[in-house]
């Protein structure tokens, strides 16, 4: 089921995947793979762990992509490929505060 993630440039998230079988069983999953449609707006941080079971995505820049999971469920010879997305959306931070500053009291003319 395709899930979606907001955040500004500089943040990021961790994506987990929980293979289950039609019955809500757990189920393996060989030779995930995760990707991006556009790493220069979120960007899969290396290394993967080795299980391929979660991965570290980094919003880059502002602009939308999506990163996909593809994994094999058939634990024979065959393959049988499943796919699972999540839409990422990377915004510039707003301003929360004006930042406002003081100079040292002088005396003016």
Do not use: Y
Not at 76 to 90: L, M, P, R, S, Y
Not at 92 to 102: E, Q
Request: proline fraction near 9%; hydrophobic fraction near 40%.
């Amino acid at each position: 089921m395709p899930i979606s993630a907001t955040g500004e440039a500089g943040q990021g998230l961790t994506l987990r995947i929980n293979p289950l079988t039609r019955l809500g069983r757990p189920a393996p999953v060989e030779n995930a793979q995760w990707s991006s449609t556009n790493p220069a707006v979120a960007a899969i941080v290396e290394p993967v762990p080795a299980d391929g079971k979660s991965v570290q995505v980094r919003f880059v820049a502002p602009g939308d992509a999506q990163i996909a999971i593809t994994g094999d469920a058939d634990m024979g010879a065959g393959v049988e490929t499943i796919t699972d997305t999540c839409d990422i959306t990377v915004t510039l931070g707003k301003a929360t505060t004006l930042g406002l500053t003081a100079d040292p009291v002088v005396d003016l003319p």
